[in-house]
């Protein structure tokens, strides 16, 4: 039997990928560090080194497919003592290979909810529309601002050269060049330092972040330095900045690598605090983010980065901070989330549709300034909210909107209002932990039966 | 200390000064030396609160710096930033107005001793993070490298503040990128209660850039005459494209780290000597009396216009009434 190479994982969110080409033929001799194929996934192009010595077998999946799934066998390999004959891949093996034919490029891993409210303010009707991920609506958003105002730029780890850690910047560097697309050492709190002191100068800095695990180092000058000078300055000099990058669990990271500051940055005054779920939202909302005079946190997700959404094809489409975005509209209870958090909310809402309860789902999208009135207003007919974020549970943003809505409609509960959020624990790295640390569709599904009464 | 890195360093050289020049240094110390004996004696009447760090001592530092300044260039400092304010120009009511916290200051009250900005004067704070200003300076130098102009930002700190880490991830980046920085360490012997031998590995602060490839120079910071010229050779150098600069300014705070400090760290002794042998105004007063450029009378002129200034300052920062109550929700975001 033939040594069966399996399509490798190339990165801690990686569920597939695509060949983008083979290095190699049937009957060739490979010795181990041998690149195989270069391997596409949704951050890079990866180069496949072989790991064995022998003759390649067979070639199961052809060149250029995609949506190849991590484990499917790619290839076979003989090694030492074995045979071709007897290295012929099983029908069984073989039979996935023919039908990844390729498919287009850019397909969308799942058809992502559509809202069933009737408001969408944030566009007109009839807009025609596109389709893209977050990822590529996020650089789009970038380049349209900067070729839109010389005085952006982006500076960040690996932004530049090496096209971005998660791909985000591709391309920019080629259309800005390096005075505008700048690469900076690992020194977060230094380099902070340096765009917050050239927005008080007059420029407008995209400052990317890793990820927001990071940004630790340089939280001093987030909080001390952009968000309180216009204040402590009597109005004088502000901080236009724009923070950005990943935030949250991505998958299997560890403790240092998994943590969701929405709740920490939307408690600082003198800070806007973003984090969309959406591509449309991550597109206009980040060109209104550039364009602020204000320091901007603006919270992405990894996971997230890969969605396709429907996104308006329109020359300058901006999303106005704090204005909620009411997704789904519902009678029996109101599920109020952002960022990832709507991934939960919106299958739960469909597993309650199906249960014959409706759900109201709300995606606050900005966080400072959180637009409480669409919350009240959903509250004061359903008579009922759950929460959902990924963070913990402790000072949330669940446990602000409980007691504003608790201020503001007591009269109208029918229930306590419930907070899901991830557990308050440090993330663990095994896999079953993992899953058990963050927070499920089935966790807000009891929730609402919990406030409902079912 | 201040001896021995003066006479060992370049900056005994100094430059023909003129007697207009002079005076003008004169002057413009003593008024900072005034206002910061105003300030300590408004502290002690209750009229300012919170922390106030009082800059008498290191006067020349500011003062001799400034002078190689043009429009445009920057200054960005630590909470020790009174001394810094009225060498650029800054409105000494304003600055004393702010202490009191009244609506008059420069910040409307809101900011205090350690928070004031001048757009106007390119001062940019006034910052109480201890080193915080470093890459906020390099910053300042960024901005300015990125619109194509030959401006400067001088970026104060302290000795204390030349152990934080931020200030070499600075350094690395202002010499990687070359920028138009030029790093003045105000070196007053003293990190808040703690003295140098005790805080700092190795004496000599301004050979610090040299791991970053940034030149370094110690300069005796109680003669305004050297530090003038040292600042001269750091500017042209920033100005020319040559990237970040370090100054080490030698200097001594004659007061405590802030009002509140008992000053069981050091003698009597030693800050009287500096004030008896060292003291930077003195040292102007002698060059101008002994060089026949003034005489007793025309520096009594000038001691009485700054007085004049000084309690014009302190009148204005005593009737300026405090900010209306609304102001306390204005400001926190445009």
Same mark, same amino acid.
């Given at each position: $039997?033939?040594?069966?190479?399996?399509?490798?994982?190339?990165?801690?969110?990686?569920?597939?990928?695509?060949?983008?080409?083979?290095?190699?033929?049937?009957?060739? @001799?490979?010795?181990?560090?041998?690149?195989?194929?270069?391997?596409?996934?949704?951050?890079?192009?990866?180069?496949?080194?072989?790991?064995?010595?022998?003759?390649?077998?067979?070639? &199961?999946?052809?060149?250029?497919?995609?949506?190849?799934?991590?484990?499917?066998?790619?290839?076979?390999?003989?090694?030492?003592?074995?045979?071709?004959?007897?290295?012929?891949? #099983?029908?069984?093996?073989?039979?996935?290979?023919?039908?990844?034919?390729?498919?287009?490029?850019?397909?969308?891993?799942?058809?992502?909810?559509?809202?069933?409210?009737?408001? #969408?303010?944030?566009?007109?009707?009839?807009?025609? $529309?596109?389709?893209?991920?977050?990822?590529?609506?996020?650089?789009?958003?970038?380049?349209?601002?900067?070729?839109?105002?010389?005085?952006?730029?982006?500076?960040?780890?690996?932004?530049?050269?090496?096209?971005?850690?998660?791909?985000?910047?591709?391309?920019?560097?080629?259309?800005?060049?390096?005075?505008?697309?700048?690469?900076?050492?690992? @020194?977060?709190?230094?380099?902070? !330092?340096?765009?917050?002191?050239?927005?008080?100068?007059? &420029?407008?800095?995209?400052?990317?972040?890793?990820?927001?695990?990071?940004?630790?180092?340089?939280?001093?000058?987030?909080?001390?330095?952009?968000?309180? #000078?216009?204040?402590?300055?009597?109005?004088?000099? !502000?901080?236009?900045?724009?923070?950005?990058?990943?935030? !949250?669990?991505?998958?299997?990271?560890?403790?240092?690598?998994?943590?969701?500051?929405?709740?920490?940055?939307?408690?600082?005054?003198?800070?806007?605090?973003?984090?969309?779920?959406?591509?449309?939202?991550?597109?206009?909302?980040?060109?209104?983010?550039?364009?602020?005079?204000?320091?901007?946190?603006? &919270?992405?997700?990894?996971?997230?980065?890969?969605?396709?959404?429907?996104?308006?094809?329109?020359?300058?489409?901006?999303?106005?901070?704090?204005?909620?975005?009411?997704?789904?509209?519902?009678?029996?209870?109101?599920?109020?989330?952002?960022?990832?958090?709507?991934?939960?909310?919106?299958?739960?809402? %469909?597993?309650?549709?199906?249960?014959?309860?409706?759900?109201?789902?709300?995606? &606050?999208?900005?966080?400072?300034?959180?637009?409480?009135?669409?919350?009240?207003?959903?509250?004061?007919? @359903?008579?009922?909210?759950?929460?959902?974020?990924?963070?913990?549970?402790?000072?949330?943003?669940?446990?602000?909107?409980?007691?504003?809505?608790?201020?503001?409609?007591?009269?109208?509960?029918?229930?306590?209002?419930?907070?899901? @959020?991830?557990? %308050?624990?440090?993330?663990?790295?095994?896999?079953?932990?993992?899953?058990?640390?963050?927070?499920?569709?089935?966790?807000?599904?009891?929730?609402?039966?919990?406030?409902?009464?079912? | 200390?201040?001896?021995?890195?003066?006479?060992?360093?370049?900056?005994?050289?100094?430059?023909? /000064?003129?007697?207009?020049?002079?005076?003008?240094?004169?002057?413009?110390?003593?008024?900072?030396?005034?206002?910061?004996?105003?300030?300590?004696?408004?502290?002690?009447?209750?009229?300012?609160?919170?922390?106030?760090?009082?800059?008498?001592?290191?006067?020349?530092?500011?003062?001799?710096?400034?002078?190689?300044?043009?429009?445009?260039?920057?200054?960005?400092?630590?909470?020790?930033?009174?001394?810094?304010?009225?060498?650029?120009?800054?409105?000494?009511?304003?600055?004393?107005?702010?202490?009191?916290?009244?609506?008059?200051?420069?910040?409307?009250?809101?900011?205090?001793?350690?928070?004031?900005?001048?757009?106007?004067?390119?001062?940019?704070?006034?910052?109480?993070?201890?080193?915080?200003?470093?890459?906020?300076?390099?910053?300042?130098?960024?901005?300015?490298?990125?619109?194509?102009?030959?401006? /400067?930002?001088?970026?104060?700190?302290?000795?204390?503040?030349?152990?934080?880490?931020?200030?070499?991830?600075?350094?690395?980046?202002?010499?990687?990128?070359?920028?138009?920085?030029?790093?003045?360490?105000?070196?007053?012997?003293?990190?808040?209660?703690?003295?140098?031998?005790?805080?700092?590995?190795?004496?000599?602060?301004?050979?610090?850039?040299?791991?970053?490839?940034?030149?370094?120079?110690?300069?005796?910071?109680?003669?305004?005459?050297?530090?003038?010229?040292?600042?001269?050779?750091?500017?042209?150098?920033?100005?020319?494209?040559?990237?970040?600069?370090?100054?080490?300014?030698?200097?001594?705070?004659?007061?405590?780290?802030?009002?509140?400090?008992?000053?069981?760290?050091?003698?009597?002794?030693?800050?009287?000597?500096?004030?008896?042998?060292?003291?930077?105004?003195?040292? /102007?007063?002698?060059?101008?009396?002994?060089?026949?450029?003034?005489?007793?009378?025309?520096?009594?002129?000038?001691?009485?216009?700054?007085?004049?200034?000084?309690?014009?300052?302190?009148?204005?920062?005593?009737?300026?009434?405090?900010?209306?109550?609304?102001?306390?929700?204005?400001?926190?975001? /445009?």
């Amino acid at each position: $039997m033939a040594t069966e190479i399996l399509m490798p994982a190339l990165s801690p969110t990686m569920e597939e990928g695509s060949l983008a080409k083979w290095l190699v033929k049937a009957g060739d @001799t490979v010795k181990s560090g041998q690149i195989l194929a270069e391997i596409e996934t949704d951050k890079a192009t990866m180069e496949f080194e072989a790991v064995d010595e022998g003759v390649i077998g067979a070639l &199961l999946v052809p060149e250029g497919a995609s949506g190849v799934k991590v484990n499917t066998p790619i290839a076979t390999l003989i090694v030492e003592g074995e045979t071709a004959a007897t290295a012929a891949p #099983t029908a069984a093996v073989a039979a996935p290979a023919p039908a990844a034919a390729p498919v287009a490029a850019k397909a969308a891993p799942a058809a992502e909810p559509v809202p069933m409210a009737a408001a #969408t303010p944030d566009w007109p009707a009839g807009t025609p $529309m596109k389709t893209m991920t977050v990822r590529e609506a996020l650089r789009e958003a970038m380049a349209e601002e900067m070729a839109r105002d010389e005085t952006v730029y982006l500076m960040g780890e690996e932004v530049g050269e090496y096209q971005g850690a998660y791909k985000i910047s591709q391309g920019l560097l080629d259309q800005f060049g390096a005075r505008r697309v700048i690469d900076t050492p690992i @020194t977060e709190h230094g380099f902070a !330092g340096i765009a917050v002191g050239s927005a008080f100068a007059g &420029l407008r800095p995209i400052l990317e972040f890793m990820t927001f695990n990071f940004a630790m180092q340089a939280i001093d000058h987030i909080l001390n330095s952009a968000a309180k #000078t216009l204040y402590m300055s009597g109005g004088q000099m !502000g901080c236009p900045i724009v923070f950005r990058g990943p935030n !949250g669990a991505a998958a299997r990271v560890g403790a240092q690598h998994s943590q969701d500051y929405a709740a920490w940055y939307a408690q600082v005054p003198g800070l806007k605090v973003v984090m969309p779920y959406s591509a449309a939202d991550a597109k206009g909302l980040l060109k209104t983010a550039i364009r602020d005079g204000n320091p901007v946190i603006f &919270l992405e997700n990894e996971i997230l980065y890969g969605r396709s959404f429907e996104v308006p094809d329109l020359p300058d489409f901006t999303i106005p901070f704090g204005k909620a975005r009411v997704w789904r509209e519902g009678t029996d209870v109101t599920i109020v989330s952002f960022g990832i958090g709507m991934v939960h909310a919106l299958a739960a809402a %469909d597993k309650l549709a199906a249960e014959g309860i409706s759900a109201e789902v709300i995606d &606050l999208r900005t966080l400072r300034p959180i637009d409480y009135d669409t919350v009240i207003a959903s509250v004061q007919k @359903t008579n009922r909210c759950v929460t959902v974020e990924e963070g913990w549970p402790v000072g949330s943003i669940g446990n602000h909107l409980s007691a504003t809505i608790m201020e503001r409609a007591f009269d109208y509960l029918d229930a306590p209002v419930i907070n899901c @959020t991830g557990k %308050d624990v440090p993330m663990p790295y095994a896999a079953n932990l993992e899953k058990l640390a963050l927070l499920t569709p089935d966790e807000v599904v009891a929730a609402v039966k919990k406030v409902t009464y079912r | 200390m201040v001896s021995r890195k003066a006479a060992a360093g370049a900056s005994a050289d100094r430059p023909n /000064v003129s007697r207009e020049e002079l005076l003008k240094f004169y002057r413009e110390m003593l008024l900072i030396r005034r206002f910061e004996e105003k300030a300590g004696q408004l502290y002690g009447m209750g009229l300012i609160g919170g922390f106030c760090h009082l800059y008498i001592g290191q006067e020349a530092v500011v003062v001799g710096l400034e002078a190689t300044a043009k429009e445009g260039d920057k200054r960005i400092t630590s909470y020790r930033d009174h001394g810094h304010m009225l060498a650029c120009g800054m409105d000494p009511k304003g600055v004393m107005a702010e202490l009191t916290g009244r609506a008059g200051g420069y910040s409307r009250g809101k900011g205090g001793s350690m928070h004031m900005f001048s757009k106007e004067k390119h001062f940019y704070g006034g910052h109480g993070i201890v080193a915080a200003q470093v890459p906020l300076g390099a910053g300042l130098a960024f901005a300015d490298k990125y619109l194509g102009n030959d401006n /400067v930002s001088f970026t104060y700190f302290g000795d204390g503040a030349a152990n934080q880490g931020q200030v070499y991830e600075t350094f690395n980046m202002a010499a990687l990128w070359s920028l138009p920085v030029v790093f003045v360490i105000e070196n007053n012997q003293y990190a808040m209660g703690t003295a140098q031998r005790r805080s700092t590995s190795s004496a000599d602060i301004y050979t610090r850039g040299a791991a970053f490839g940034i030149k370094g120079e110690a300069v005796d910071g109680m003669d305004v005459l050297a530090v003038k010229a040292a600042g001269q050779r750091a500017v042209a150098a920033c100005r020319a494209g040559k990237g970040p600069y370090i100054l080490e300014m030698m200097t001594y705070r004659y007061r405590g780290h802030s009002m509140s400090d008992p000053a069981k760290y050091r003698s009597r002794e030693e800050v009287q000597k500096m004030r008896d042998e060292r003291d930077a105004i003195e040292h /102007v007063r002698e060059l101008l009396l002994t060089g026949g450029h003034a005489t007793d009378d025309d520096l009594k002129l000038v001691d009485r216009d700054i007085k004049a200034i000084v309690n014009e300052a302190a009148e204005f920062a005593k009737t300026s009434p405090e900010p209306d109550l609304s102001a306390l929700w204005t400001d926190i975001t /445009v």
